[in-house]
C-alpha cells in the first residue's frame, strides 16, 4: 500500500475502504475455490459409484450390457478423466499454483459441470431403479423355486410311501392297504383330480389360471398356499392318529395355524360327522335322495331357482347356467329345504352350500350335510324367518365392540352408523360375502372344529386390523363405502387375522357371549312379539273399518 500513496496519495478513509474491497474479494475467490473442489469430488464420487453399479448390472442382466448403457460409461470417463487423475486435496507446496489455476476457471465452466451432476444422478437414479426391480425379481424366483422343490419332495416322499406298500402287496407281506397310506392316496388323487376344476385359457404359448383350486377367480390378493412346516406337523399327525382327527389340544394348535389343502376336505368331514352325530337320517343309507325325491313340491322351489345365479358369480362352479356346480347346489337346498321345514330355505343359506361343495369336491350329499352341520352349530333361528338368532348375535357384537374398540364405535355413532349393516352378511354367510377366499377357508377351518365363537373372534380382527384407517373416513357414506370392501383390503390376510384372534384378543370367554346371548334373546324376542301384537290389531282395525263401510 505505500507504494500505491507515492504515486497516488490516499487519505485513511479511502485505504480502509480499498481493504474491505481486497478482502471481500479474496472471500469471493476462497468461496469459489472451496465450490469447485467441492463440485470435483462430487464428480469423482459419482463417475466411481457408476462403474460399481454398471459391474452389479452386468451381473443381473446376465452379461449383456445395453450399447446406450455402454456409450454412457464411455461419455462419463471421457469428461472425468482430467479429474481422476488428480488429488482431492492439494499438497502445501502447490497450494499457491492450485489456487491461481482455480482463480482462472471461468462461471460458466462451473455451470456446465453442475449441469452434467444433475443428469448422471437423474440417470444414477433410474439406473439404481431397474437394479432393485431385477432384484426383487431374482428373489422371488427364487422363493418360488424353493416352494415348488419342498412340494415336490413331500409328493414323491408319498409316492415312496405307497410304491412300498405296494410292494408289500405284491410279495404277499400284508394283504391290504393301511387306512392312513389310503388316505395319503385318496389325497394324492384329489390333487390330480384339481386340476379339473381350474379353467385353463391358452394364448398363444402362454397358459394363464383365471381360477384357483376352488373355482374361485384369481386376484392380486389370490395365493395358492406354500409348503410350510406346518403341512408336515399335519402329515405327522395324520400318520399318527389316523383320520379320525378327533378333538385334541394338538388338533386345534394345528388347526389354529392352518389346515393343508389335502387335508381339508377330510378334516371337514370329520368336523361334520362329528356335528351331525345325532341328526336325523346320519346313518339311514339312502336317505339324502329321499329328500331330494320329495323336494320339488315344496314352497322354496322358485325362490331357490331365482338365487342360483347370483350365489357366487366369480366362482367357475356356478357362474352359469351350465356350470358343473349349479344342478348340485339345486339339489342340496332344496333337499335342506325339506330336511328342516323350520327354516326351509332363507337367502345365505345358497352361499353357504356353494362353499361347501366348492372345498368338498362336489359331492352332494356331503355339502348337504355341511348346511346341517352349520345350522346345529349356530344358536337357533338363525335363519328362520324372523332370524332372531341372527339379530341377537349383533347385539352382542355391537356390546363386544363396545368393549374392546370404543374409538371405532364412537366414530360410527358420531354419523349414525348401525353396525349390523356391515357384519350382518359375515355371520349370515360366514364370511363367504365380500371376504377373500384365504381367509373364509380360515374362518372354516376354525368355525367347524371350534365353533360359533369365530363369529366374534374374526369380525374383531378384521376391525382391530383397520382401526386407524377407520377413523380417518370423513362421513358416513366414506364408512359405509370403505367397510363394503374391507374384507377384501391386503391387510385381510389369514395370519394378520388369526394373529390378532387367537392371540391379541385372549382371553375371549365364551361364558360372556353367552349371557349376552341370553339377554338379547330375550329382548329382541320381546320387541319382535309387540310388532306381531302391533300387526294383528292393524288388520283387526281394517276389517272392523271395512265391516261398518259395508254396513252404511
Not at 236 to 263: H, I
Amino acid at each position: 500500500s505505500s507504494g500505491i500513496n507515492a504515486e497516488w496519495p490516499l487519505r485513511p478513509g479511502e485505504i480502509l475502504q480499498l481493504q474491505k474491497l481486497r478482502e471481500a474479494d479474496e472471500n469471493h475467490r476462497q468461496k469459489q475455490l472451496l465450490n469447485y473442489e467441492d463440485l470435483k469430488a462430487r464428480h469423482l464420487k459419482l463417475s466411481i459409484n457408476y462403474r460399481i453399479m454398471m459391474k452389479e448390472f452386468d451381473t443381473f442382466v446376465g452379461g449383456a450390457i445395453p450399447q446406450d448403457s455402454i456409450d454412457f460409461i464411455g461419455r462419463i470417463e471421457t469428461e472425468t478423466a482430467p479429474y481422476l487423475s488428480e488429488e482431492l486435496a492439494p499438497s502445501s507446496s502447490n497450494k499457491k499454483e492450485d489456487v491461481v489455476q482455480e482463480e482462472m476457471v471461468p462461471r460458466s465452466k462451473l455451470d456446465d459441470k453442475e449441469d452434467v451432476i444433475r443428469s448422471y444422478i437423474a440417470q444414477n437414479k433410474l439406473l439404481e431403479d431397474e437394479i432393485l426391480q431385477i432384484n426383487n425379481l431374482r428373489q422371488e424366483e427364487r422363493k418360488r423355486h424353493h416352494e415348488a422343490t419342498a412340494e415336490l419332495a413331500k409328493v414323491n416322499s408319498h409316492y415312496m410311501l405307497l410304491l412300498r406298500e405296494i410292494n408289500k402287496l405284491r410279495t404277499g407281506a400284508q394283504t391290504s392297504i393301511s387306512s392312513d397310506l389310503q388316505e395319503i392316496a385318496a389325497a394324492l388323487i384329489d390333487q390330480v383330480k384339481d386340476e379339473d376344476l381350474l379353467n385353463v385359457q391358452k394364448v398363444g404359448n402362454d397358459i394363464t389360471l383365471r381360477y384357483d383350486r376352488y373355482g374361485f377367480e384369481i386376484t392380486k390378493l389370490s395365493k395358492l398356499s406354500p409348503t410350510t412346516n406346518n403341512d408336515v406337523n399335519w402329515d405327522k399327525y395324520v400318520l399318527q392318529y389316523g383320520n379320525g382327527l378327533e378333538k385334541s389340544k394338538d388338533l386345534k394348535a394345528l388347526v389354529r395355524q392352518g389346515v393343508p389343502y389335502r387335508y381339508r376336505s377330510t378334516f371337514w368331514r370329520s368336523c361334520i360327522d362329528r356335528a351331525t352325530r345325532s341328526c336325523e337320517g346320519r346313518d339311514m343309507p339312502g336317505y339324502y335322495k329321499s329328500l331330494l325325491a320329495k323336494a320339488n313340491s315344496n314352497l322354496f322351489v322358485k325362490q331357490i331357482e331365482l338365487d342360483l345365479m347370483r350365489t357366487l358369480p366369480n366362482n367357475c362352479l356356478f357362474n352359469s347356467q351350465a356350470a358343473t356346480g349349479v344342478d348340485k347346489l339345486r339339489n342340496v337346498l332344496l333337499a335342506f329345504s325339506r330336511y328342516n321345514v323350520e327354516i326351509g330355505y332363507c337367502q345365505g343359506l345358497n352361499r353357504i352350500a356353494a362353499f361347501a361343495l366348492a372345498v368338498l369336491n362336489l359331492k352332494e350329499e356331503d355339502a348337504f350335510w355341511a348346511v346341517v352341520a352349520i345350522s346345529v352349530i349356530l344358536p337357533q333361528h338363525y335363519y328362520t324367518q324372523t332370524m332372531v338368532g341372527a339379530q341377537t348375535d349383533q347385539r352382542v357384537l355391537n356390546d363386544i365392540m363396545s368393549d374392546k374398540y370404543p374409538k371405532i364405535m364412537s366414530h360410527f355413532n358420531q354419523f349414525n352408523i348401525d353396525l349390523s349393516l356391515i357384519t350382518f352378511n359375515w355371520f349370515l354367510t360366514l364370511y363367504v360375502d365380500n371376504t377373500n377366499t384365504e381367509l373364509v377357508l380360515a374362518f372354516w377351518d376354525s368355525f367347524l372344529y371350534e365353533g360359533d365363537k369365530m363369529l366374534f373372534r374374526f369380525a374383531l380382527s378384521i376391525f382391530r386390523l383397520h382401526h386407524d384407517a377407520l377413523l380417518e373416513t370423513k362421513d358416513g357414506i366414506d364408512v359405509y363405502n370403505f367397510c363394503r370392501q374391507i374384507g377384501e383390503s391386503p391387510l385381510c390376510t389369514p395370519e394378520n387375522v388369526k394373529r390378532i384372534a387367537f392371540a391379541e384378543l385372549n382371553p375371549f370367554p365364551m361364558k360372556r357371549v353367552r349371557e349376552r346371548r341370553e339377554f338379547h334373546y330375550k329382548k329382541v324376542l320381546g320387541e319382535l312379539n309387540m310388532l306381531e301384537q302391533m300387526r294383528e290389531s292393524y288388520i283387526a282395525e281394517k276389517r272392523q273399518s271395512a265391516l261398518e263401510y259395508d254396513s252404511d
